[in-house]
C-alpha cells in the first residue's frame, strides 16, 4: 500500500491543491504510514510534521498553529479523539481528519462530535484522502477569506489603512497597508490565530521581529514597525515592495545570463553576510525569496535602496521571508529537543545536508543554500532533486553535487564562477566558504570580459572596496 506506487499515484492529484497549500500536524503511531503521509504532503508543497504519540503532539500544539490535523484514533499514550477533543476546547480553528480502522457507525459519529470535520477509514485509497484534505482547505479557506474580508477597508492600530491581502504565511496573513499620517504604503504581517501566543508560536513571530529590526542593510526587506493589538494579534510593519520574485524570472526560459546573475549573486552574499554578522542565519534561502525590485519600488521614498549599486544595475535585490531565521549567538532550538518526521525548516531543495540532519546551523548552511540557488539560476535547474522529498533530503546527504557544465554543456561558464559554485556547495561544511563576505569577494573576481558584464563588475568591485576598507 505504501510502495513508490503510492507516491505516484499521489503526484496525480498536485494540480488541484496547489493554490491550497497548507501546514499539517500528522499524529500517527504507525511509522511508515507517518514518514509516507509526510512525504507526500511535503511533495505537494504542503509544510507537513508527523508525530507518535500524544505527547508530542501536544507540544506541538501549544507551539505551532496548524491548517489540518490528520489523527489516527488508536495512539499509545492516548487517542485522537482526546486530542481533539483538547484541541477544540484550546480553541483550535484548524480541520481535523481523524484516521481509523473503526467501521462502526457509532465511532464515525463519537469522533464528528468530539471535533473532527472528516472521517477516514484505514485501508483508505491515496486519491480519496487528498480529495477529503482538498475540501477541508477550501472550506476553511473560505471561513479564513471571510474574517480577513473584515480587516480590510478598516483602520488598523489607529494608524494604518488595510488596503487588500496579499499573502498568506505559515502563522498569518500579510496585509497591503497605508500609513495614514505619512501617506506611506506599507506591508504589515499579522497573525491571526491567538491560540498560539503562550506558546513557540509567539516566541517564532517575536523572533522574526527582533531579527528584522537588528538589520540595516539595501537588500533586506526593512521593518518599520512591530507590537501586539488591541484584540491581542502579533504584527510587524514591513516596507511594501513591487517587483518579481528571482523564481518568476527562471519560470519562462530557464537560467539566466551570467552578466545579469552575477550581480544579483553579489547582492545576496553582501545582504547575507551583513545578517551572519548579527548572529543570523536566515535558513531558508531560495528563488522565491529573492525579490527583484520594479523601478517603482526602488524609488520609493524610505524603502532603503539608495548608494547601494551603481546607476548601471539592473536588478535590485530584496532578500524576504525571514520567518525562519535562527540566532546563532543563542543556538536557540526551535523543536526543544524533539524530532518531528517531516518537519521542515527551509525547503528541501535548498537545505544543507547538515540543515536535513536537523543538526546545529552556522553561516555555512546558508553558503550552500546560495550555492543550490547560484546553480539554478545560473543552468535553470535545481542540484541533485529527487522526484519525492526523503529522495532529495537523501541525494543532499549522499550524492556530491554536480558541475553547471555538465549540467548545462550547451552554455559556456567562467572557470572561477564554476569553481564558486563548486566550493559553496560542498557537502562538508569545512570545505566551503568561511563566510558570505569571502563568497562575495570571489564573486568580484569572476572575469568581466566572460560574464560580459564590464563596467558594471567593476563598479560593484570598486563600491564593495571601499565598504570592507
Not at 4 to 26: H, S, V
Not at 220 to 240: A, C, N, R, W
Not at 284 to 296: A, F, H, I, Q, R
Not at 340 to 348: A, C, L, N, R, V
Request: net charge neutral; glycine share 10%; proline share 4%.
Amino acid at each position: 500500500m505504501f510502495s513508490r506506487a503510492w507516491i505516484e499515484e499521489g503526484k496525480i492529484e498536485r494540480k488541484g491543491m496547489k493554490e491550497l497549500m497548507a501546514d499539517f500536524l500528522i499524529v500517527e503511531d504507525d511509522s511508515e504510514l507517518r514518514v509516507r503521509l509526510c512525504e507526500l504532503l511535503n511533495f505537494q508543497g504542503h509544510n507537513a510534521i508527523g508525530v507518535g504519540e500524544g505527547r508530542s503532539a501536544w507540544q506541538l500544539l501549544d507551539e505551532k498553529t496548524f491548517d489540518i490535523l490528520i489523527l489516527d484514533w488508536d495512539l499509545p499514550d492516548t487517542t485522537g479523539l482526546e486530542i481533539c477533543q483538547h484541541y477544540r476546547k484550546s480553541g483550535g480553528r484548524g480541520a481535523v481528519l481523524l484516521l481509523s480502522g473503526r467501521v462502526r457507525t457509532n465511532d464515525k459519529v463519537a469522533g464528528l462530535r468530539a471535533g473532527a470535520d472528516d472521517y477516514l477509514t484505514k485501508p483508505f485509497v491515496v486519491a480519496e484522502m487528498l480529495a477529503r484534505v482538498e475540501a477541508l482547505l477550501r472550506r476553511s479557506k473560505s471561513g479564513e477569506e471571510e474574517r480577513l474580508d473584515q480587516m480590510v477597508g478598516k483602520t488598523f492600530m489607529e494608524k494604518y489603512e488595510m488596503l487588500s491581502v496579499i499573502g498568506r504565511g505559515g502563522m498569518g496573513m500579510v496585509y497591503k497597508a497605508k500609513h495614514i499620517a505619512l501617506n506611506r504604503t506599507l506591508a504589515i504581517k499579522v497573525m491571526l490565530n491567538t491560540r498560539g501566543l503562550q506558546g513557540g508560536a509567539m516566541k517564532r513571530f517575536e523572533r522574526e521581529a527582533r531579527a528584522m529590526s537588528m538589520l540595516n542593510h539595501p537588500n533586506l526587506v526593512g521593518i518599520t514597525d512591530f507590537g501586539t493589538s488591541i484584540q491581542g494579534h502579533p504584527y510587524i510593519v514591513m516596507e511594501y515592495l513591487q517587483g518579481r520574485t528571482l523564481q518568476d524570472e527562471l519560470e519562462p526560459g530557464g537560467g539566466l545570463f551570467i552578466a545579469r546573475a552575477v550581480p544579483i549573486f553579489v547582492q545576496i552574499a553582501d545582504a547575507l553576510f551583513h545578517a551572519h554578522e548579527r548572529g543570523i542565519i536566515h535558513r531558508d534561502l531560495k528563488p522565491s525569496n529573492v525579490m527583484l525590485l520594479s523601478p517603482e519600488s526602488v524609488a520609493s521614498p524610505g524603502s532603503g535602496n539608495g548608494g547601494a549599486l551603481t546607476p548601471e544595475a539592473k536588478d535590485r535585490v530584496k532578500i524576504v521571508d525571514l520567518g525562519l531565521v535562527k540566532f546563532t549567538n543563542q543556538m536557540e532550538n526551535i523543536s526543544q529537543g524533539l524530532t518531528y518526521d517531516g518537519e521542515i525548516f527551509g525547503s528541501p531543495y535548498y537545505m544543507s545536508p547538515e540543515q536535513a540532519m536537523g543538526g546545529l546551523l552556522d553561516p555555512r548552511s546558508d553558503i550552500y543554500s546560495l550555492g543550490c540557488l547560484m546553480f539554478q539560476v545560473l543552468t535553470g535547474i535545481v542540484p541533485l532533486a529527487g522526484t519525492t522529498f526523503m529522495e532529495t533530503i537523501s541525494k543532499r546527504l549522499t550524492t556530491e553535487p554536480p558541475r553547471i557544465r555538465d549540467t548545462c554543456p550547451v552554455r559556456q561558464f567562467p572557470k572561477s564562477l564554476e569553481s564558486i559554485v563548486q566550493k559553496a556547495m560542498s557537502r562538508d561544511k569545512e570545505d566551503r566558504f568561511a563566510s558570505m563576505n569571502e563568497l562575495k569577494l570571489q564573486l568580484l573576481t569572476v572575469n568581466s570580459a566572460e560574464t560580459s558584464a564590464g563596467g558594471f563588475l567593476a563598479g560593484l568591485q570598486g563600491i564593495f572596496k571601499k565598504k570592507n576598507k
